[in-house]
C-alpha cells in the first residue's frame, strides 16, 4: 500500500521532500509499526494516559499534564491556515511554489485537498488493481479484468479509476487478438472502457492510445485518427510539462551553482585576506624585534657613556688579575 512518511514540522522546506515519499511501497503488518500509511502531525495534547500505561515509543511528556503525540493529517483541516503551519506537498508542482516563495521571501502557500485519508477501501482498490496487473502479466486476461472491475467497486480516486478502466481495456484488446470470433465485441466493450477512462481522466495518454487501438479493429478509421490526434495533442502537453519543469529544475540548479561559487570566492577572499593580515602580524612582530635589540644596544651605550668606558668594552667580560 502506499505510505506517506511526515514530520510535521514547522520547516516548509523540509515538508518539501514529503512530497517524494508518497510512491513508497511498504507492507502495513503491525498496527504499532513506527511508520503510518497517511501523513502524521506533531501536536501537544494533554495527557490523558495513566503514568502506569504503556505509551507508545513516539509520545514524549512535553510538560505537566502535556505530552507530544503523533495524530493524523489532512491537509484543510483545522489547525492548518494558523501561522507557521504548512501543508505537506503531493507532487512537483506544490513542491516548486513552497521553494519559491521560501527563495523570494513571500508567505508559505497552504494547499488544501479533498482528504488524503487512505481509507480500508481505497487499498482494497490498490490490491485488487494489483491483482489485476498480475494476471495480465501472466496472460490471464480474463481474470485481469475481473480484478479491475473488483477494484472499480471500491473507493477510488478518478485518476486511479481511469487506470483501472484503461487497463481493462487493454485486457480485452488482448482477449479478442487471442481469439478472431471475439475480437469485434471485445473491441467494442474495451472502446467503451477507454471512453469511460478519458471521462475520469482526459490526461490519461494510454486511453487515448486504446480507443484508437479498438476504432482500428472496428474498422472505424475516422475515430481512430481523431483518438490518435488527441493522443498527440495530450503528449506534446505532457512533454510541454516535463520540459517546463526540466527547465525550472535547471533554472534553479544554475542559481545554487551561482551561490556556491559566489559563497568559493568569498571563502577564497576570506583566506586571502586572513594570509594577509597573517603575514602583517610576522612583519610587525620583526618590527618589534628589531626595536628591542636597537632598545638593548641603546641602554648598553648609555651606560657605558655613563661609566667613562669605551661602548665597544662595555659588553666585555671582566678579566682577573694580580
Known amino acids: 500500500m502506499s505510505c506517506v512518511l511526515a514530520s510535521m514540522s514547522k520547516n516548509a522546506l523540509g515538508l518539501c521532500f514529503m512530497g517524494d515519499t508518497l510512491n513508497l511501497q511498504l507492507p502495513v503488518r503491525d498496527p504499532k509499526q513506527l511508520l503510518s500509511s497517511i501523513p502524521m502531525r506533531l501536536l501537544k495534547m494533554k495527557d490523558s494516559k495513566d503514568a502506569r500505561s504503556e505509551r507508545h515509543p513516539l509520545e514524549s511528556v512535553a510538560s505537566e499534564g502535556m505530552v507530544w503525540r503523533w495524530m493524523p493529517y489532512s491537509p484543510g483541516g483545522p489547525p492548518l491556515h494558523s501561522p507557521g503551519e504548512f501543508s505537506v506537498p503531493i ?3 506544490e513542491v516548486d511554489a513552497i521553494l519559491d516563495a521560501a527563495e523570494h521571501g513571500r508567505a508559505v502557500p497552504v494547499f488544501t485537498q479533498q482528504s488524503t485519508k487512505v481509507t480500508k477501501k481505497s487499498t482494497d482498490f490498490l490490491a485488487k488493481k494489483d491483482e489485476g496487473n498480475a494476471f495480465f502479466k501472466a496472460g490471464d486476461f480474463v481474470k485481469a479484468i475481473a480484478a479491475y472491475d473488483a477494484a472499480l467497486a471500491e473507493d477510488a480516486a478518478p485518476a486511479d479509476a481511469a487506470v483501472a478502466h484503461s487497463n481493462a481495456a ?17 473491441a467494442a466493450e474495451a472502446l467503451r ?22 476504432c482500428d479493429v472496428l474498422e472505424e478509421h475516422e475515430a481512430a485518427a481523431e483518438f490518435r490526434q488527441h493522443l498527440q495533442r495530450c503528449e506534446a502537453a505532457a512533454e510541454a510539462t516535463r520540459a517546463a519543469r526540466r527547465a525550472e529544475a535547471e533554472e534553479r540548479q544554475q542559481q545554487h551553482e551561482e551561490q556556491r561559487r559566489k559563497m568559493a570566492a568569498a571563502m577564497q577572499e576570506k583566506a586571502r585576506c586572513e594570509a594577509l593580515l597573517e603575514r602583517e602580524r610576522q612583519l610587525e612582530r620583526q618590527r618589534e624585534e628589531e ?6 644596544q641603546a641602554e ?17 667580560p671582566s678579566v682577573g688579575g694580580k
Open 291 to 296: 626595536s628591542n635589540a636597537h632598545l638593548s
Open 170 to 186: 487493454q485486457a480485452l484488446l488482448k482477449l479478442g487478438e487471442a481469439d478472431a470470433a471475439k475480437q469485434k465485441p471485445c
Open 91 to 93: 507532487d512537483q508542482g
Open 193 to 214: 472502457r477507454a471512453r469511460e477512462a478519458i471521462e475520469l481522466d482526459p490526461t490519461n495518454i494510454k486511453a487515448f492510445a486504446r480507443c484508437a487501438a479498438a
Open 300 to 316: 648598553a651605550t648609555r651606560l657605558s657613556s655613563m661609566l667613562g668606558m669605551d661602548s665597544t668594552l662595555a659588553g666585555m
